[in-house]
């Protein structure tokens, strides 16, 4: 490191921390976040820790820690690019604050987290080479950079507008919309970091990220499993500096960081006490990840979160993450102006009563099929996994949907669950499937399981969780 970048770190970062520090524990109320970061920015230009440049698409992967550890968000990059196209067209205006770090040599943890993303993007995301030279890591306008990359790559889109046969088509787009052509070929303009201030100030990115992406027109909400790991974080913090509860105070920091969270952030906390996953909030990382893979995700109101929080089903934390994928993943008849109307307060409490033995079975299949697979790591199969559980809580909470797989029994569930691993992987795991392959009887008259049998009788005229639906056969 030279002499003049050791001084400028030394001089810079202290004073960029000091600043962050006061405006998180609102030393300052009067400065916005907006004006916060372009004060940072100028610190660091005129230190000469910070620089302007343009780089081609390909050469910009997304910072690990961008939106809480999610990285990218499948459906928003699909979303975010539909709107430019069709609503706002492209404006450079709009991504001068396009800003990201670089990336230190031999860093290999950034680009495997790419690497991750796309592929459990299944088809939506470009991808990323690994000799591609110079990479920068963006924490802000990612969303727009990856849905320019996506376009040129001609990858999936459930936007008709956009697509043909499913596939982005340039040929269209541009049609409509000509003045994406030049940042779709020849890249964007970036403001670009130094890879050690990201060293010195690790929660920049974190300020950089909520600062700046409020351009193009299309202004994005964090999604309900970003909230929850956000909080996760901000919980953990709060447990290492004070004793006591950490639900109200970091309540009401998330409900004034978020405005549309006002009165629901105590519900939300609700969830993460109980339901997190322990310190690494694993359950959490994994609805996220679920979540961000969904061409059409459900929102979650917080107080079905709150309802799912204070379910006591011990040792059955299996049930309360897949019943939370199912209402992401909600078919149309049981969503309404966006959100999710699966699961009700009759669901829920059957969970702890007439449908506890039932929950408690299909727990237990949860854990075999997950056991089984747990030396694939491809993310078709991590597919199947998520699929099989929400088929499980569809079943034992007797939802039929006319864009669904019906099933009988679970047993026909488990022997879905074998196919679509062997499709997936190519190849089944070296130990035998737990489940018993589909039987022609298995159409008819439920056959004898070693799991508990499901009771699908009729739910009685006065049950008001389910619209009448006919059964897909």
Not at 135 to 156: D, E, N, P, Q, Y
Not at 273 to 297: H, I, T, Y
Not at 388 to 412: N, Q, Y
């Amino acid at each position: 490191m030279s002499d003049w970048m050791s001084a400028a770190l030394d001089k810079v970062c202290p004073e960029i921390n000091g600043l962050i520090d006061d405006f998180n524990a609102g030393v300052n109320t009067r400065i916005k976040k907006e004006a916060l970061l372009e004060d940072i920015m100028k610190m660091l230009s005129w230190a000469g820790l910070a620089s302007w440049m343009r780089k081609a698409n390909p050469s910009v992967c997304v910072y690990m820690s961008n939106r809480s550890g999610a990285g990218l968000d499948t459906k928003d990059v699909n979303d975010l690019l539909c709107k430019i196209v069709t609503e706002k067209g492209w404006s450079t205006l709009a991504c001068v604050k396009a800003r990201a770090f670089e990336r230190e040599p031999g860093e290999t943890e950034q680009y495997q987290f790419n690497l991750k993303l796309v592929e459990a993007s299944d088809g939506y995301l470009a991808p990323v080479d690994p000799h591609e030279p110079n990479i920068i890591l963006s924490f802000s306008c990612s969303h727009t950079v990856a849905g320019l990359r996506a376009l040129a790559a001609g990858c999936k889109s459930n936007h008709e507008q956009l697509a043909v046969d499913g596939l982005l088509n340039k040929e269209k787009v541009l049609d409509m919309s000509p003045s994406v052509r030049a940042p779709m070929e020849d890249g964007m303009e970036w403001t670009v970091i130094r890879a050690l201030v990201r060293k010195r100030c690790p929660s920049l990115a974190t300020l950089a990220q909520f600062a700046g992406n409020a351009d193009h027109g299309t202004a994005r909400e964090m999604t309900k499993t970003q909230l929850l790991l956000q909080m996760h974080g901000k919980a953990r913090m709060f447990s290492t500096m004070h004793t006591g509860n950490w639900k109200a105070s970091v309540a009401a920091d998330m409900e004034r960081q978020h405005a549309a969270l006002q009165g629901g952030a105590i519900d939300l906390a609700e969830f993460v006490e109980n339901w997190s996953g322990g310190q690494s909030g694993a359950n959490l990382v994994a609805l996220d990840n679920f979540s961000k893979c969904l061409p059409s995700r459900r929102d979650i109101k917080p107080r079905d979160f709150a309802q799912l929080g204070r379910v006591r089903l011990a040792q059955g934390e299996e049930w309360i993450i897949a019943c939370v994928k199912a209402m992401l993943s909600s078919p149309a008849e049981y969503e309404h102006g966006g959100v999710s109307k699966l699961i009700c307060k009759e669901d829920i409490d059957s969970m702890t009563g007439g449908q506890k033995t039932a929950v408690m079975a299909a727990v237990g299949m949860i854990r075999a099929a997950r056991a089984w697979v747990s030396s694939c790591t491809s993310a078709a199969v991590a597919k199947a996994v998520d699929d099989f559980e929400v088929r499980l809580v569809m079943h034992v909470h007797r939802k039929r949907a006319k864009s669904r797989l019906s099933f009988k029994t679970v047993d026909e569930i488990g022997a879905r669950f074998t196919n679509d691993v062997r499709t997936a992987a190519g190849t089944l795991p070296t130990q035998p499937s737990p489940f018993r392959p589909a039987t022609a009887e298995s159409s008819g008259t439920a056959p004898a399981s070693r799991w508990m049998p499901f009771d699908l009788s009729p739910r009685s005229s006065s049950a008001r969780c389910s619209p009448p639906l006919k059964v897909r056969v």
